[in-house]
């Protein structure tokens, strides 16, 4: 099949992901706010009178998970009936309400249910975005489409960690509308629906010319007959998802995968980087740190967008586990030193680099990957349910993991809480090797096939 290089394809391709991009926002925002909220960064500028309490704390940074959790159901469910296009525009309602009310809250209720709702809509993105992304690309690409998306979340978080700490929380917000804006302005005058997604509503019009449109070949005649046998070989609908073999082994990986997700710890560090760096006594200033884990995360999984079709999924995968697994071992071994009153101020270094190589590990696998793995193990007709469904476990994990894991930095302490982390990242190298299957460059009925012929019964 002749390679995607025509422009259509590649602006389609970006302009969807600054919905990604605000997702990033939604994500890295705790960081800078509960600073200003708690009163210990600019107190004349709190919006918030009093202070935010440690327990309110943990509430805002941890309900944006608790309203992800509700995010797939929002949006996957009905994305079959209204289309990927019109979905990802409708989601991005919740996070222009979210915004606007953080921009001119004064109470923490009101910053309970704009976290809330901005939860929602992340979680409606991580759910469709995956889905549109996957089905507008071809085989050679679909690795590196999908792991665009873990490229402009990313771009969101260093934007978070450069901007949010030297603006007030009204500037920010404000600021933050601008993305959305020419999100729906861009995506939504130019970009198309997804060609599965014609297909499976007998559009035969809209999708040869959708797929005109979105590839460089003239001939697209072989690509539509593929989708239309992907959509006849496969019933849609819940029973489908557990009936077939395939799917149910798609159903462990991808469930496998966000579960691991979550407890290799990413929404601790993201959510509590300036509280970790304050915790290390390390000589950089958070925000600094922060800012320079945000520019790593950003390059890193730019080259994990470069490599995942060219190397594959798992040997990235299995480098990711290892070396977030190492990282989490360093940096707990260095708060047990210093809980322990050994003499750490040679080691000043170790948290910083230990977080950066966290952040490089984990944004060359665990981080992007999973999310572009979910958009190829299922056939379109039973993609929204799975993706759906994964999604919401995910978000059940991120929601634990952000709201319990201050209370288990204090019961278990801050180093055993990383070698928590750790030991998980372990299992999941074990998970990865004889599990995933390699899916670089094959066609979504090849991996069907892969799939229907491994270990599930």
């Keep these: 099949m002749a390679k995607t290089t025509n422009f259509y394809f ?3 391709a970006c302009v969807v992901n600054l919905i990604a991009f605000t997702a990033g926002l ?65 989601v991005a309602l919740p996070m222009i309400t979210s915004f606007l009310i953080m921009a001119f809250a004064h109470s923490v209720v009101l ?11 992340a979680g409606s993105i991580y759910t469709i975005l995956p889905m549109y992304l996957g089905e507008i690309s071809e085989d050679h690409n679909r690795g590196t489409l999908g792991c665009l998306m873990s490229t402009f979340i990313a771009s969101g978080l260093l934007f978070v960690y450069t901007v949010g700490p030297f603006v007030t929380i009204r500037s920010f917000c404000l600021m933050c509308l601008v993305p959305l804006g020419a999100f729906l302005v861009l995506f939504g005058v130019w970009a198309p629906e997804t060609p599965q997604f014609l297909a499976l509503k007998g559009d035969e019009e809209g999708l040869k010319g959708c797929l005109s449109k979105l590839r460089s070949v003239g001939e697209v005649d072989k690509e539509i ?13 819940l029973r489908e998802l557990f009936q077939s073999r395939a799917s149910r082994k798609g159903l462990v990986i991808t469930v496998g995968f966000m579960v691991l997700q979550q407890l290799a710890g990413i929404n601790a560090v993201n959510s509590y980087l300036h509280t970790i760096f304050d915790a290390t006594g390390s000589g950089l200033s958070p925000e600094i740190s922060s800012i320079i884990i945000g520019t790593v995360q950003v390059f890193t999984t730019m080259l994990t967008s470069s490599l995942v079709d060219k190397s594959g999924r798992r040997i990235l995968l299995l480098l990711s586990v290892i070396g977030s697994g190492v990282s989490l071992v360093s940096l707990g071994l260095y708060f047990h030193l210093k809980t322990n009153n050994f003499q750490v101020d040679t080691l000043s270094w170790l948290p910083v680099m230990s977080l950066v190589v966290f952040i490089i590990s984990f944004n060359i696998g665990l981080g992007p990957i999973p999310w572009a793995v979910m958009a190829e193990l299922f056939p379109p007709n039973v993609k929204s349910i799975a993706s759906t469904f994964s999604s919401i476990v995910c978000f059940i994990g991120a929601f634990t993991i952000t709201l319990f894991f201050p209370s288990l930095a204090e019961v278990l302490g801050m180093a055993q809480a990383f070698w928590f982390f750790a030991t998980f990242c372990a299992l999941g190298a074990v998970f990865i090797y004889f599990i995933l299957p390699e899916t670089k460059g094959k066609s979504l009925q090849e991996i069907q096939t ?5 270990f599930i019964k």
């Design 10 to 12: 590649y602006y389609t």
């Design 450 to 454: 892969l799939l229907d012929k491994n």
């Design 26 to 90: 939604a994500y890295g925002l705790a960081s800078p706010l509960l600073p200003r909220l708690n009163g210990s960064v600019d107190p004349d500028n709190n919006p918030l009178d009093p202070p935010a309490t440690p327990s309110e704390e943990s509430l805002i940074a941890s309900l944006v998970s608790l309203g992800a959790i509700f995010g797939p159901l929002f949006a996957g469910l009905p994305v079959d009936q209204i289309g990927r296009k019109k979905t990802l525009l409708i």
């Design 225 to 237: 007959l593929r989708i239309k046998e992907s959509l006849n070989r496969n019933r849609g609908g």
């Design 111 to 121: 910053f309970y249910i704009a976290r809330l709702i901005m939860g929602v809509g």
